[in-house]
């Protein structure tokens, strides 16, 4: 009976001896404003390999130390020794909940637009000097190393998370690195749009701005590109369906004296008829030059009408409805070498007046 007691006994005193070792334990751990405070001092100073020690499990899943350091690490920034000497910071509230805490942090940095500023006039100034962009930063750098720097202060919001250890900064790296996939993307995506515009293939552009909006439904330069290029392509439908109407006729290679003196040149010669509704601003023909095989060996653009304020002589008349125009362009410097002083020709584009 004694025994059984003491046995009692034993495992009670060995169960308050584990409870206080953990109370101890978890006081000895520093606290999340502590762990905060720390990450903030080492990551604002640059001491990259020490921040990291102090960020989540899951952060360190998503983003090695070597690639932290790569990002972090301004060991060739000649501005590196004035950002640390001038950055501060001051962890004003911190709001524990659970095993999660938020904090409220004031942060002091150099103010980079009006440095910035700085280097871009001292480049201006330097630009017969022979100075380079190095020599630039370097000159700006020992500037502010020994004069005042100037500063702005922001807040910001942190989050920490209490693991095994203790608590840790939680970055959220992994919706980061998500964002910035996508933001490559959108922008991927934007710049083949606005290419695949330029070589005309509108409705491709159009996929890729759809695209685009799938990933960011709020996307202003999307909207507006698909707007643009929608409208685009109602136009060229437009264009294709009326320029049937458009008549080109009594195409011809032939000879004539520019500006009717001089020597006979080789030129083209046709006339253009509008048999539609519409009175037309321009009307443009790609003349296709031939060698002795009937192959295309090079071409060139000509413009019978074209109103516009850099137009002059007849060209600078509107085509209306019924009405004929006449054209002879030389290509006596346009046409190749090896033309056989055949061609053909094709309306490539037209342009309605308003």
């Known amino acids: 009976m004694i025994n059984r007691v003491l046995s009692i006994m034993a495992s009670f005193i060995l169960a308050l001896s584990v409870i206080g070792c953990d109370k101890i334990s978890e006081l000895q751990q520093p606290s999340a404003k502590d762990v905060l405070s720390s990450y903030l001092d080492a990551s604002l100073k640059s001491r990259s390999e020490e921040a990291y020690g102090y960020v989540s499990t899951e ?7 070597s690639e932290y350091k790569s990002e972090t690490d301004k060991k060739d920034n000649p501005f590196a020794a004035v950002i640390v000497s001038s950055v501060s910071f001051k962890v004003q509230k911190v709001t524990e909940s659970g095993g999660t805490a938020k904090a409220d942090v004031e942060i002091t940095l150099p103010d980079m637009s009006v440095m910035f500023k700085d280097l871009m006039g001292a ?69 083949d749009a606005k290419e695949l515009r330029k070589s005309k293939k509108l409705h491709g552009a159009v996929k890729k701005y759809e695209e685009v909006l799938t990933l960011d439904s709020e996307m202003v330069e999307a909207k507006e590109g698909l707007a643009e290029a929608n409208q685009e392509i109602e136009s060229f439908e437009e264009k294709q369906a009326y320029i049937k109407k458009v008549i080109l006729k009594d195409f011809k290679v032939s000879e004539g004296k520019k500006y009717g003196f001089g020597k006979a040149v080789p030129g083209v010669f046709g006339t253009i008829v509008n048999n539609g509704d519409k009175t037309l601003k321009k ?28 137009s002059f002589g007849g060209d600078n008349k509107p085509l209306k409805p019924n009405y004929v125009k006449d054209f002879g362009y030389s290509v006596e410097d346009s046409a190749p070498s090896s033309w056989s002083k055949k061609a053909k020709v094709k309306i490539t584009n037209i342009e309605f007046a308003k």
């Not at 939680?170 to 919706?175: A, M, R």
């Not at 296709?288 to 295309?296: E, I, P, Q, R």
């Open 59 to 65: 952060d360190k899943s998503v983003k090695s130390l």
């Open 283 to 310: 009307v443009e023909i790609t003349v296709y030059f031939l060698n002795d095989k009937g192959a295309v060996i090079g071409e060139e653009d000509f413009h019978p009408v074209l109103v516009s304020e850099y």
């Open 123 to 191: 480049a201006f100034s330097s630009a017969f000097g022979g100075k380079d962009k190095a020599e630039i930063e370097k000159s700006i750098a020992k500037k502010y190393e020994t004069g005042e720097v100037p500063t702005t202060t922001k807040n910001e919001e942190y989050h920490l998370v209490k693991e095994n250890e203790g608590w840790k900064v939680f970055l959220d790296w992994k919706t980061k690195k998500a964002e910035k996939e996508n933001a490559d993307k959108v922008a991927a995506l934007l710049s």
